[in-house]
């Protein structure tokens, strides 16, 4: 089983971890936490939202966000970039790349953000050097 903190908290969604027992519990506590101070498109229909906690690089300050299970990477970062008026360069050659990294990996851009990651998670958004 994982080795957790005792406690974790995010944004004012705060958990006591009392064992590897009861991890799939508090998560469902803290996504059902998230549904309701997610941002995100309220054309999404709600059984289809996948809710990820995003982190910028640098900031301290992270915000849940809810996306299509059907959106890739790319498509999660466009959204997030346009929502926090982040400069995004992405489709532009000699530019920093805005990229998502779960895990200290970054995910690749094509790949559906729901195979990658589950509601709950957090992922880190940040600059890196186009390569």
């Given at each position: 089983?994982?080795?957790?903190?005792?406690?974790?908290?995010?944004?004012?969604?705060?958990?006591k971890?009392?064992?590897?027992?009861?991890?799939?519990?508090?998560?469902?506590?803290?996504?059902m936490?998230?549904?309701?101070k997610?941002?995100?498109?309220?054309?999404?229909?709600?059984?289809?939202?996948?809710?990820?906690?995003?982190t910028?690089?640098?900031?301290?300050?992270?915000?849940?966000?809810?996306?299509?299970?059907t959106?890739?990477v790319?498509?999660?970062?466009?959204?997030?970039?346009?929502?926090?008026?982040?400069?995004?360069?992405?489709?532009?050659?000699?530019?920093?790349?805005?990229?998502?990294?779960?895990?200290?990996?970054?995910?690749?851009?094509?790949?559906?953000?729901?195979?990658?990651?589950?509601?709950?998670?957090?992922?880190?958004?940040?600059?890196q050097?186009?390569?």
């Amino acid at each position: 089983p994982p080795t957790l903190p005792p406690t974790s908290s995010v944004k004012g969604v705060s958990l006591k971890r009392k064992g590897a027992k009861s991890l799939a519990l508090e998560r469902k506590v803290m996504v059902m936490k998230m549904k309701n101070k997610s941002k995100g498109p309220s054309s999404v229909p709600p059984e289809e939202r996948i809710f990820i906690n995003v982190t910028r690089e640098g900031t301290k300050d992270p915000c849940f966000y809810h996306f299509s299970v059907t959106w890739t990477v790319g498509r999660c970062v466009d959204h997030v970039a346009d929502y926090l008026k982040m400069k995004n360069n992405n489709d532009k050659a000699g530019y920093d790349v805005l990229v998502m990294c779960y895990d200290s990996h970054v995910l690749p851009m094509s790949e559906k953000l729901s195979k990658l990651t589950e509601s709950g998670d957090t992922v880190l958004l940040r600059y890196q050097p186009e390569t």
